[in-house]
């Protein structure tokens, strides 16, 4: 229970069905959860009144393992909450197909550089006043049909939101839902609004309140990847009062509830995660304003300890104040190439000590790491095999790291994880590849800051944002991507990286994609790399100054505060100034 004052302050309660914040804390897939992560980070780093919710995935995300020809088995990723977590007194219920679910809650304070802490809470339905199904469900993230995902929801949105009453906040005055798995939310907030009345019929009154108070980040550039639930689901899980509201809302569309319609009928803010989302998420949902917030990642979290100790001695504000690593201008070319040189290192011993594999730190890297899904195209740099060893014989030697895992559903991101291991084995003497199994976040520090060149090659436009290139940037490792998300605007040619295709514009046409791909390798960076090696390391210098200062989640954070949460964010939050962290 917060102190009373502490509990009327006011907060943004930010929702997420994943979060990232810690590589012992399997609670995470992919973009999504680090990109939350790395949100309540920057929330702690600034001293902006911020609580996170999610749900605690006590089996974890998987463990990944490769046999030796690819093929992914899966194991859970159990792990103790109780010696990593501390337990929260409060418990909760929700009622689900008209019984009484039990949930309770483990805390994980983020303690930022301002010495701001912002609580994270895991929610836990494993108590032994549950039946044993519903123990179950907290366990898995992204596990299950539709009926376990629903029930899931009802925990983090409507089970989040009493939990955060029954803990006291009592002064909520901003419910950002990061993607559309908490839409439910609002039902709670409506009811709270309601005191205790019905809300079966929901009034154009309380739906404008609940507006005021509810912000929704989308993250998908496809309709099929927005959750979608039959009505007779809804209603079964639900029950009747809150499947009238739902229908008062008109949230349903032909018998179907999406829970992005949801959240965006019960949202005053919405906004994709870049310029171009933007317009898709406006031709999918052309009824609704939407807004953009490009993604960023949090600056010191993602930069290697040799780059921090260079942007510590050239610009040590760059911690609290990440706009001045666009001073990385003036940082010497050797300083940049020795940080690099060490991050390349580090990040070759990692690979030898977990796969026994030796690569060349002379030798040009390539990084491919993600989720390994059909529209990221993994295998696209081996379109043409007799091609890309040409290129090697002709314009210089090049390894490349893979990683990444499928999820265990998706059959087609696990066959793209078998062509890799196909086309490493015909490449043989020719190419090292190696893919690296379990790529996680610690995985991702090494393999993001220590390649030379990092590849992207979604097929557009389905790539909302994406933020591994990011974190590449902030450690001087240019892009070579497709234009689709983030790399629209984060492209300079041949200044920040290089774009795969010279239009955004037009759909992705593999053919053409694969040309310019190998194209720009052999005539552009492979020669770059190894004959002039200044200027691929002003490549990297630019890098840093010109999209390690805009794409981090400092930046992205304020923006949301003053687009977002501006009707509020006067009294929210006022500015802690480096002068006055205790740095005690
Ligand atoms: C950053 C990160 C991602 C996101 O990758 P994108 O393809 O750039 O969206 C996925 N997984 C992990 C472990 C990450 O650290």
Known sequence: MLSENDGLRPV?????????????????????????????????????????????????????????KGAQAETAATWTPETL???????????????????RAWLYGLTGISGHTVPVYFLDTALPENTAWDRTLTDHLYGGDSHY???Q??????????????????????YHMNEGHSALLTLAVAMELSEGSSIGEL???????????????THTPVPAGHDR??????????????????????????GILNMTYLAFSFSHYVNGVSMHHEEIAHSMFPNYPINSITNGVHAVNWTSPSFKEVFDRHIPEWRWDNLYLRYAVSIDLGDIREAHAHAKQALMNEVRERTGEVLDPEVLTIGFARRATAYKRADLLFSDLDRLTRIVSRAGPLQVLYGGKAHPNDDGGKRLIQSIFAAAAALRDKVKIVYLEEYDMSLAKYVCSGVDLWLNTPQKP????????????LNGVPSLSVLDGWWIEGNVEGVTGWAIGDTWEAESDPARETSSLYDKLEQVIVPMFYQRPDEYSRVMRWAIAINGSYYNAQRMLLQYLNNAYVSTSGALWSPKYPHEYDHG
């Open 85 to 103: 977590l501390e337990a929260v007194p409060e418990h909760v219920s929700v009622t689900i197909e008209g019984r009484p679910v039990r949930i």
């Open 462 to 473: 389905f790539e909302a944002s994406g933020t591994s290139g990011m974190k590449a940037a």
């Open 12 to 68: 943004v309660a930010y929702f997420c069905m994943e979060v990232g914040l810690d590589p012992a804390l399997p609670t995470y897939a992919g973009g999504l959860g680090m990109l939350a992560g790395d949100t309540l980070s920057s929330a702690a780093d600034l001293g902006i009144p911020m609580v996170g919710v999610t749900l605690l995935h006590r089996k974890g995300y998987f463990r990944q393992h490769l046999d030796e």
């Open 203 to 217: 009034s154009q009154v309380t739906m404008n309140a609940v507006r005021r108070r509810c912000v929704f980040t």
């Open 229 to 254: 639930f039959p009505a007779s689901l809804v209603s079964q899980v639900l029950g009747e009062e809150l499947t009238s509201a739902l229908q008062s809302g008109r949230c349903f569309l032909d």
């Open 149 to 151: 995902r629903l029930c």
């Open 153 to 174: 929801e009802v925990i983090l949105g409507l089970g989040g939101a009493a939990m955060l009453a029954a803990i006291g906040y009592r002064n909520v005055q901003v």
